[in-house]
């Protein structure tokens, strides 16, 4: 059984006060090996410090409101307490977050993830980048509290909703990807043990990969049905709960209804 999660969260939409937090101290375990995964897996650091997308720390999903979640997704901006729709930051503003995020409502910055590939890369190449970062840190972050106000005026003027995903293809597409990039890790590692030139070292890379199409296609095939679980899976108005007096919290759909803890 899922569990739920109570903070001080009010749904934008439905104004249910029931969410389901993911994180790395998540809902559910289910929730928390995703986030584990994202901060383990290199693979993933490409995504980071090449395409700048970023994973928020910490998301809240609405149990209430009867549609798929990524339209029920919000991030909690710590500086001004408000909940932000997660696809403020989707298409074209999904990319070049390299900073992170930026509240459109107060500049606050909102808590990402970093995956431990990519901090390792930062950290050794800090002595490059570090100097201009500290020096531009306030123009980069007023320039991308521009592009989230851009961002969530597109949100508000075309209220984008989710489109179907070809689960089929991003299976492919993530296991493909996977197996390229775990072979050059592979391949790194079999001059400490073999002496090999570079005509010998790129058969090898590429030998790599023939070898394990067998793991890694298997894995985008998982890693797209557990992926579609998790978005496809709507909310249920029974979790459309609210305090009352007492602190207990009933639901908002029948006042007659007895006291829930959840």
């Given at each position: 059984?899922?569990?739920?999660?109570?903070?001080?969260?009010?749904?934008?939409?439905?104004?249910?006060?029931?969410?389901?937090?993911?994180?790395?101290?998540?809902?559910?375990?289910?929730?928390?090996?995703?986030?584990?995964?994202?901060?383990?897996?290199?693979?993933?650091?490409?995504?980071?410090?090449?395409?700048?997308?970023?994973?928020?720390?910490?998301?809240?999903?609405?149990?209430?409101?009867?549609?798929?979640?990524?339209?029920?997704?919000?991030?909690?901006?710590?500086?001004?307490?408000?909940?932000?729709?997660?696809?403020?930051?989707?298409?074209?503003?999904?990319?070049?977050?390299?900073?992170?995020?930026?509240?459109?409502?107060?500049?606050?910055?909102?808590?990402?993830?970093?995956?431990?590939?990519?901090?390792?890369?930062?950290?050794?190449?800090?002595?490059?980048?570090?100097?201009?970062?500290?020096?531009?840190?306030?123009?980069?972050l007023e320039k991308q509290y521009e592009r989230s106000v851009e961002a969530k005026q597109n949100?508000?003027?075309?209220?984008?909703?989710?489109?179907?995903?070809?689960?089929?293809?991003?299976?492919?597409?993530?296991?493909?990807?996977?197996?390229?990039?775990?072979?050059?890790?592979?391949?790194?590692?079999?001059?400490?043990?073999?002496?090999?030139?570079?005509?010998?070292?790129?058969?090898?890379?590429?030998?790599?990969?023939?070898?394990?199409?067998?793991?890694?296609?298997?894995?985008?095939?998982?890693?797209?049905?557990?992926?579609?679980?998790?978005?496809?899976?709507?909310?249920?108005?029974?979790?459309?709960?609210?305090?009352?007096?007492?602190?207990?919290?009933?639901?908002?759909?029948?006042?007659?209804?007895?006291?829930?803890?959840?």
């Amino acid at each position: 059984m899922n569990e739920v999660t109570l903070v001080e969260f009010e749904c934008p939409v439905c104004k249910s006060h029931v969410c389901e937090k993911w994180g790395l101290d998540g809902s559910t375990d289910a929730i928390r090996a995703m986030y584990q995964h994202a901060v383990l897996n290199p693979g993933l650091a490409f995504n980071e410090l090449i395409l700048g997308q970023r994973s928020p720390r910490n998301l809240f999903v609405c149990k209430s409101c009867t549609v798929p979640v990524p339209e029920r997704c919000y991030l909690h901006c710590p500086t001004c307490e408000t909940f932000l729709p997660s696809m403020i930051w989707s298409n074209k503003y999904a990319v070049k977050n390299w900073i992170g995020y930026v509240c459109p409502e107060c500049r606050g910055e909102i808590p990402c993830l970093w995956n431990h590939t990519s901090r390792a890369i930062l950290a050794l190449t800090a002595p490059i980048w570090r100097p201009r970062f500290e020096k531009n840190r306030q123009v980069w972050l007023e320039k991308q509290y521009e592009r989230s106000v851009e961002a969530k005026q597109n949100y508000l003027t075309h209220r984008p909703q989710s489109k179907p995903i070809n689960y089929r293809k991003m299976g492919w597409f993530w296991g493909v990807s996977m197996n390229l990039i775990f072979s050059i890790f592979i391949t790194a590692i079999l001059p400490l043990y073999f002496e090999l030139n570079f005509g010998q070292l790129i058969g090898a890379y590429f030998l790599v990969v023939l070898a394990s199409t067998i793991i890694w296609l298997p894995a985008g095939w998982f890693f797209c049905e557990s992926v579609k679980r998790s978005l496809d899976k709507k909310g249920d108005d029974k979790f459309h709960l609210s305090p009352n007096e007492n602190g207990s919290f009933i639901s908002s759909n029948d006042s007659d209804s007895t006291d829930s803890t959840i």
